[in-house]
């Protein structure tokens, strides 16, 4: 399939509440390195699958923290009417938090002890995906159990294959395909682009969506345990997953109920300064100081890390990722 070409544009002023770091946001350092994405200084683009329509989004920063402004470019093969633009402009400004009140959050991490110079650094970060929750949960899954370059090669075969290449304002991104698309196609045939078992799950969780009529829209107004049994009823999503979905894609800042062992050696180290804590003790601890914040205040944690081993500090992580 040749590379569609996104020749229509519309712009959209957006206007993040303060504060809000567009660079801390966007550009996630720890984040899969996939070639839906692009980050350059002040300019993020990426492409997506939106209710089956392959568009290109293009934010640049024209604001700063304090006072945050961002020029939005929507690329798509027809010109999109004002209702649909004004669809793409909400879930440009869900996925990436743009609504968000992090006050008593700001106001908590500045009397941490542990926060408050991450917080300096990285003041205004908000959670962020540019995928819609079935690409997420796809991206997830071919994560699992895999090196970084064994899960970029099954992601660019099942692109090649089922997704899209876009092409808008001189960049050229990859799109995750809809979950209809792979309605006909059978098991072998996914098993025969190398993703192993996950050819099941790829196949099964693409039917649920297409069968049961999964609407993301209507999640997003579900309580947190609804939301958990809904989610947890999908096949392939385990009590491992679910929390990341949960606070990426769903924003609850305190969804934490697993870690995985190597976050949790990460954050022995970053909280204890040991080489390895129980996991009950860390979410306890999380619990106990962050209460209704405690991923969020992970996350911070979490990125902080990533940004200062990009550069050249926090060598020792270099050990625990798969690449």
Known sequence: MGNILLRHVKKISLYPTSPFSFENTVYKPSHFPISTSLYKSGKFIFATCFEGIPIGI????????????????????????????????REIIWRFDMDADLDK??????????????????????????????????????????TIRRTVQMMEALIDHYGYKVEFNGTELSCIWHPTRLLCVDEQELRELKVGYRAKFIKRLSDEFCNRGINEQVLRKCSKEDLKKKLLSLY???????????FEVFHFYDALETI??????????????????????????????????????????FEDLFWRRQGGEETWLDDLIKL
């Open 105 to 146: 959050f700001n106001r908590m991490a500045e009397k941490d002890t542990l926060l408050s110079p991450v917080l300096g650094r990285r003041r205004g970060m908000r959670i962020m995906t540019t995928h819609s929750l079935y690409e997420y949960i796809i991206v997830v899954f071919l994560l699992q159990n895999a």
């Open 58 to 89: 293009e934010l640049i920063d024209k604001g700063t923290i304090e006072c945050p402004h961002i020029e939005c470019g929507v690329y798509s093969q027809e010109d999109l009417d004002e209702s649909f633009l004004e669809k793409v402009k």
């Open 236 to 246: 392939g999503i385990g009590k491992q997953s679910v929390w990341y979905i949960m």
């Open 260 to 301: 995985s062992p190597w976050e949790q050696k990460i954050y022995s180290r970053l909280i204890y300064k040991k080489e390895l804590v129980d996991s009950e003790k860390i979410m306890k601890r999380a619990t106990r100081t962050w209460g209704k914040w405690k991923m969020l205040a992970l996350h911070y944690l």
